[in-house]
C-alpha cells in the first residue's frame, strides 16, 4: 500500500514538473519577442518555431509509422512556390495562397503514398529522395515560371487587422507562425494519441502483420500519413516564401531534409513536441557557428551520432523516460 501511495505521489509530481516546464516554455515563447523587440531574435524565434512544426510533421511519419520520407523538404518548397506563383502570376491572396500550397503538396503527397505502397524501410527513403530531386530540378528548369536559380521575388503577406508585414522587426509574421506551429503541434498530439487513427499508427509502426489481423489496412494509413505531412509541409512552406520573400531550388534539396530530420531525431523520435526546444538548440547552435556554415552537415551527422549513441530517447526524455506526449 506504502508502495502505491509513493508511486502516486511520484507520478503526481512528475505531471506538475512537466506542466511547469510547459507553461514556462510557452509564457517564453508568448512574450520573449515583443519585449526584447529585436529583429535577430525575432527572425531565430520564427525560424525555429517554422522548423520545429516541420520537424514535428517528419516525426508523424518516421516516429509513428517508421516512413521516413527524404524528400520532405520538396513538399515544404512545392508548397512555398505555389503559393508565391500564384500570388505573383494570378494575384491571388496570399492568405489563400497558404492553404492552396498546402492542398497542392497534400496531393502529391498523396500520389507518392500511393506510389510507395509496397515499398519499405531504405526503399521508401531512396524513393522519395529520387522524387524530391525530380522536384528540384524541374523547378530549377522552368525559369520562365520559377526564375530557377536565379531566384523567384516573392510578396510579402498583406496586412491583416492589427498585423502588419512592413514592421522591420517581423513581430507580425511571429504573431502569425507561434500559433500555426503550436496548432500543428496540438493536432498532430491529439490525432496521434486519441483518436483511432492514432492507434492503426503505432499498431502499424510495432507490428504490421498483428496490425492487419486486428483489422487494420496498412495501405490506407500510409497514405493518410503521407497526405497529412506533406499537407502540413506545404503551409509552412508556403509561409516561408512569403516571410523570408525569395525561392531558389535549393529549398527543395536533400540538405532542407536532413536539417528537419535532425531536429526531428534530437527532439525525439516519436515525441512531437521535443522538436521545438531542439529547433531552437540547433538554430542558435549554428548562429554561434556560422564560420563553420560550410561543414554544417558534417556537424548534423556528428550530433545526431551523438544524440542516436547517448541519449536516443531525444529531449523529449530529460523530463521522463515516457515521451511527454
Excluded at 50 to 56: D, E, F, Q, R
Excluded at 119 to 141: E, N, P, S
Aim: aromatic share 16%.
Amino acid at each position: 500500500m506504502g508502495k502505491v501511495k509513493e508511486n502516486g505521489k511520484n507520478i503526481i509530481k512528475t505531471r506538475l514538473t512537466q506542466g511547469s516546464i510547459i507553461t514556462i516554455f510557452l509564457v517564453v515563447l508568448t512574450v520573449t519577442p515583443f519585449v526584447i523587440k529585436k529583429a535577430f531574435v525575432t527572425h531565430v524565434f520564427i525560424t525555429a518555431l517554422l522548423y520545429g512544426a516541420l520537424g514535428a510533421s517528419f516525426d508523424f511519419a518516421a516516429g509513428y509509422l517508421g516512413i521516413v520520407n527524404f524528400g520532405y523538404a520538396a513538399f515544404m518548397g512545392i508548397g512555398a512556390y505555389t503559393s508565391a506563383i500564384l500570388a505573383i502570376r494570378f494575384g491571388v491572396n496570399p492568405w489563400l495562397g497558404l492553404l492552396l500550397g498546402g492542398i497542392i503538396a497534400g496531393i502529391l503527397g498523396f500520389i507518392t503514398g500511393i506510389l510507395t505502397l509496397r515499398l519499405y524501410g531504405l526503399f521508401v527513403a531512396c524513393f522519395t529522395w529520387f522524387l524530391g530531386m525530380a522536384f528540384m530540378f524541374l523547378i530549377a528548369v522552368t525559369p520562365e515560371i520559377t526564375r530557377g536559380y536565379l531566384g523567384l521575388n516573392v510578396p510579402p503577406l498583406p496586412n491583416f487587422w492589427i498585423l502588419d508585414f512592413s514592421d522591420p522587426l517581423r513581430l507580425s509574421y511571429y504573431s502569425v507562425i507561434l500559433p500555426l506551429s503550436l496548432s500543428i503541434l496540438l493536432f498532430l498530439y491529439y490525432l496521434g494519441n486519441k483518436t483511432k487513427i492514432g492507434l492503426a499508427f503505432k499498431a502499424l509502426r510495432g507490428s504490421e502483420p498483428l496490425a492487419m489481423a486486428s483489422g487494420v489496412n496498412p495501405l490506407k494509413y500510409r497514405v493518410l500519413n503521407f497526405t497529412l505531412t506533406c499537407f502540413l509541409a506545404g503551409i509552412l512552406g508556403a509561409f516561408y516564401a512569403h516571410y523570408i520573400k525569395i525561392l531558389t531550388p535549393s529549398l527543395l534539396a536533400t540538405g532542407k531534409t536532413i536539417e528537419i530530420l535532425t531536429i526531428a531525431y534530437i527532439g525525439g523520435r516519436g515525441s512531437l513536441w521535443g522538436s521545438i526546444p531542439a529547433a531552437f538548440l540547433i538554430i542558435l547552435f549554428l548562429e554561434f557557428l556560422r564560420p563553420l556554415e560550410a561543414y554544417r552537415f558534417i556537424i548534423y551527422g556528428i550530433i545526431l551520432i551523438l544524440v542516436m549513441i547517448f541519449y536516443p530517447g531525444g529531449l523529449a526524455r530529460l523530463i521522463t523516460r515516457k515521451e511527454l506526449f
